[in-house]
C-alpha cells in the first residue's frame, strides 16, 4: 500500500516541484547586458575613435543623407545611458546590433562620448 501510493506520489511531487522551480526562474528576467555596461566608466577619447570607426558612417550626415538619426537633437540627446546602451547591443530598426562586435568597455566608452559630444548641441 505504502509502497504504491510512493510510486505515484513522487513522480507528481517531483513535477510539482520542478514546475514551481521553472515558474520562479521565468518571473525573473536576466538582467539586460546593458545594465553592466552603465556600470563602467567611458572613456571619451576612446569613445571617439569607436564611434568614427562604427557609428559615423549612419550617424554623422554626409552631403544630404543621413541614414540614422541625428545624436545631437533630441530625443535622441536626452536619452539615458542605459537606454542607448541597449540600442547599440540589440540595435533597433535598420541599425544593425553591436552585441557581437564590441565589449562592454567599449560600448560604455561610446556612450560617454555620444553623450559628452552631442547631448545639448
Ligand atoms: C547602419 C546604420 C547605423 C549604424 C552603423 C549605427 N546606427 Fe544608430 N541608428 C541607426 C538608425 C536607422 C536608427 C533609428 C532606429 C529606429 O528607431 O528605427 C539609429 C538609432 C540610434 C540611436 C537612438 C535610439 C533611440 O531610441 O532613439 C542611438 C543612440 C544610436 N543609434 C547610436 C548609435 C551608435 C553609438 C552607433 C555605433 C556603435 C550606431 N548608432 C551605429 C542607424 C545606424
Redesign the pocket.
Known sequence: MIKSLSRTALPVLLAATFTMVAAACGSEAPPHRAEGVVGLTGDQVAGKT??ED??A???VQVGEKM???D?SKP??SD?SAL??AT??IDG?????A?AAD?TDQQ?AD??AY?KGEFAGK
Open positions: 569607436l564611434f562604427n557609428c558612417g549612419c550617424h541614414l540614422g538619426p545624436l530625443p535622441r536619452l537606454t542607448m540600442v547599440i533597433q530598426g535598420t541599425m544593425n553591436f564590441l560600448i561610446v556612450v555620444v
